[in-house]
């Protein structure tokens, strides 16, 4: 008679995995001058798939750029934890690629050279011809092959978030973090900014968690609305599913039923969460 085989059963059930991205009843205390502390964060419990984009919304204090710094390991939580591929992120890593509102360019290095640093520090393995293959094919991903060699200075702001954009993308992180990408633009150049990242997500799918405040872009771009209440002891209040299918066109989505309906909801969580400041 066969035995059955309990060390095969144990470690199947040790090798569950946890998910992508998840982020575990999370929470985030500062300490106060007083010597108190003010709880940012209380209890953040949340999934991310690996090719989804998802928004996170929320007024500001709520605690969304703490959440993301944490994701992104420069942060650390209070209690809790995010689980990268079942590994707890403790520290900033290559597979985890953050774009700021403002730009964080190095000035004294061209469009290129910005890339190409990030690209020799995490792609060290490959050779200078592939390292420049790479650098190419994102400085021409984000329309900037004409500018590679504009220092920083000599570009407009919206050129200047592609060149991070592309930087973040160059490295293959698994995960896109940004915070506000686009607040510090016009709306045109806005406006053309995300129709161009989201033509290169839906080419290329990975994890991305995008900061807002414009319930607009949260709609157009991503699959599901994480909506923060106030702060302190911010939680998430709702999650919103985006239904409108890639790859989307953004006059077809402002133009439909349902995409006044979302938002008309969005604006009412935010307005109701506003009141009970
Ligand atoms: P949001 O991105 O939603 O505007 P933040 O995450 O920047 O909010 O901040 C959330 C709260 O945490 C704010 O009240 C802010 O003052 C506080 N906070 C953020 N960073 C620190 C810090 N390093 N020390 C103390 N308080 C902080």
Request: glycine share 8%; hydrophobic share 40%.
């Amino acid at each position: 008679m066969v035995k059955p085989n309990t060390h095969l059963a144990s470690s199947a059930a040790a090798t569950t995995s946890k998910g992508f991205l998840v982020i575990e009843d999370l929470v985030k205390a500062y300490p106060t001058p007083n010597g108190g502390e003010t709880v940012v964060l209380d209890g953040i419990n949340l999934s991310i798939g690996e090719d989804e984009y998802i928004s996170v919304i929320g007024h500001s204090g709520c605690g969304k750029s703490t959440l993301l710094k944490i994701v992104g390991g420069l942060e650390r939580s209070t209690s809790g934890a995010v689980w990268l591929e079942d590994r707890e992120i403790r520290k900033p890593g290559a597979d985890r690629m953050m774009v700021f509102q403002h730009y964080s360019l190095l000035p004294w290095l061209t469009v290129r050279e910005n890339i190409r640093l990030a690209v020799d520090e995490v792609l060290s393995h490959l050779s200078s011809a592939n390292k420049q293959q790479v650098v190419n094919e994102h400085l021409a991903m984000v329309n900037l092959t004409e500018a590679a060699n504009k220092y920083p200075d000599e570009i407009s702001g919206g050129m200047k978030q592609r060149v991070g954009i592309a930087r973040a993308l160059a490295i293959r992180p698994k995960v896109l973090l940004m915070d506000e990408p686009f607040g510090a633009l016009d709306a045109l150049t806005r406006g053309k900014l995300q129709r161009q990242v989201l033509d290169i997500w839906e080419n290329h799918r990975q994890a991305v968690m995008m900061i807002t405040h414009d319930v607009d872009e949260a709609l157009f771009m991503s699959d599901r609305i994480i909506m923060m209440t106030n702060g302190p002891h911010a939680k998430i209040g709702e999650i919103l599913e985006v239904p409108f299918p890639h790859p989307r066109k953004i006059e077809d989505v402002r133009g439909s039923k349902e995409f006044f309906a979302l938002r008309n909801h969005a604006l009412n969580f935010l307005d109701h969460h506003f009141s009970q400041d």
